[in-house]
């Protein structure tokens, strides 16, 4: 799976959780729970729907790495190149 | 014979518009079942019966706007007969305007599933606004999410959002109005709760994990059975007690505005279990899709406002509950144990309570209690 599908897939969870988020206008690099106003029940939706889609089950010791859109992104790529 | 009236939807809900009926005469209902669904300011509720029956006759039709408490169906008893009881007037309803002689009056037009996006559909709930009669503008007459919009706008009694600030208006008003407040605040650590969910949570994925707001609600539920005064309402004069634990669980809704539906009987349900009921509960607030009894149950009001990271919470009472508990944001703070400093976990709670119905030293032994509760955390 490449960056673009990944990130494709991505935006649709979220958008799953959040139908008001645009892709366009979402900045990357921002704190993401406050981009996209996520509250906990929303944060594990969305980590449940990347489970179902992707496969990755992010543990929560891992959630700090998970600060921006762009850290997300990275981090995803990361787990499903190692398998 | 059983009149059926359209039963609370809330303190700051006072009438609905029945959009159908799910039951029909001579059709047998059982106590709790859906009998008919029914838009408000909030929500599209399904509307639950209280009683076993048989449906004699249904009283208002879909698209009639009643107050809560006007009677809309007839139900027999066990043992009654149509012949036996004399049947209810039907609510009256001002009188249609005759057609012109002449004309045909066309028949409604065939129902056909209406070309429409899944984004305007769903913006379509979001706003009230019935795509099946809108005219789209799309490709092949598809409706539109512009469409929808534009409808909204023309349609503004129908604007759901404006209704629900009216509601929220009504409602907080009153209870600042009748309720004389009383606050008490108390830091609440959570170091021991913190550290069993987290190793409860390792092992699992996403949709087996626990948030730990769900640790709180049962902590204040359990409390609850110990300090029964602030789990009722204040009616007539009075303080009356609940007749169960149901917690009102405060949801922010994407567009605007709150909803606090009933999580029921959560002293009594294990944790994963009051999980999965809290997840289906948010999801069904937020598409506005909720049962009367979630409108009508709430003995005590919760609102986990520390999920936006505020530091602490004072709510309004929502009328006629006697107490809301606010829970800050959990987050490592600075904690003296034992004489020594130490991090540890912790959140900001608050009592907003009803001075008629308690007292302020009660509502600190509760708090007290909440927090016992809290420091074992694998007897939740």
Redesign the interface.
């Known amino acids: 799976m490449d960056d673009a599908q990944i990130r494709r897939e991505v935006l649709e969870a979220l958008q799953g959780i959040?139908?008001?988020v645009e892709a366009e206008t979402l900045r990357g690099d921002r704190p993401l729970r406050d981009e996209v106003?996520l509250?906990?029940?929303d944060w594990?939706?969305f980590?449940?729907a990347?489970?179902q889609r992707l496969g990755v089950?992010?543990?929560?010791?891992d959630y700090q790495q998970l600060t921006s859109l762009d850290a997300l992104l990275a981090y995803v790529g990361r787990r499903l190149a190692a398998g | 014979m059983i009149e059926f009236k359209l039963p609370s939807l809330g303190a700051d809900m006072d009438e609905g518009t029945l959009l159908e009926w799910r039951i029909a005469p001579g059709e047998a209902v059982r106590r709790g079942q859906v009998v008919a669904v029914v838009d408000t300011a909030k929500a599209a509720v399904d509307v639950e019966c209280w009683q076993d029956g048989t449906v004699l006759d249904l009283l208002i039709q879909p698209g009639d706007k009643v107050p809560v408490g006007t009677p809309i169906a007839a139900l027999l008893e066990a043992g009654e007969t149509s012949e036996t009881v004399q049947r209810p007037a039907r609510v009256a309803k001002p009188a249609q305007p005759a057609p012109a002689p002449g004309t045909t009056t066309s028949a409604a037009p065939p129902a056909s599933r209406a070309r429409i996006s899944p984004a305007a559909r769903k913006r379509a709930a979001e706003l009230g606004v019935d795509a099946g009669t809108l005219s789209g503008t799309g490709p092949q007459g598809a409706v539109s999410l512009a469409d929808v919009e534009a409808a909204a706008k023309s349609a503004a009694p129908l604007d759901r959002q404006a209704a629900m600030r009216q509601a929220i208006a009504a409602a907080m008003s009153r209870s600042k109005r009748e309720i004389p407040h009383y606050y008490l605040g108390e830091t609440i650590p959570l170091g021991a709760a913190m550290a069993w969910l987290s190793a409860h949570n390792a092992g699992l994925p996403p949709e087996q994990r626990l948030l730990p707001g769900v640790l709180l609600l049962k902590a204040v539920a359990l409390a609850l059975r110990d300090y029964p005064q602030l789990n009722g309402y204040w009616q007539d004069g009075a303080f009356r007690a609940a007749p169960g634990i149901h917690l009102g669980v405060a949801v922010a809704l994407r567009q605007g505005g709150l909803i606090a539906p009933a999580l029921h009987d959560v002293a009594d349900k294990p944790l994963e279990q009051l999980m999965a009921e809290l997840g289906d509960l948010v999801q069904r607030a937020r598409s506005y899709s909720l049962r009367s009894s979630e409108l009508s149950d709430a003995s005590l009001t919760v609102t986990q406002l520390g999920d936006q990271g505020v530091d602490s919470v004072f709510g309004v009472i929502y009328p006629p509950q006697v107490a809301l508990v606010g829970v800050g944001r959990i987050a490592e703070r600075p904690w003296v144990e034992e004489g020594r400093l130490c991090v540890m976990p912790s959140a900001q709670f608050s009592l907003a309570a009803d001075h008629r119905a308690s007292d302020g030293h009660y509502g600190a032994r509760f708090l007290g209690e909440v927090r016992r509760l809290l420091q074992t955390p694998d007897r939740l």
């Open positions: 959040a139908p008001e106003d509250d906990s029940m594990l939706r980590l449940a990347l489970h089950n992010i543990p929560e010791a």
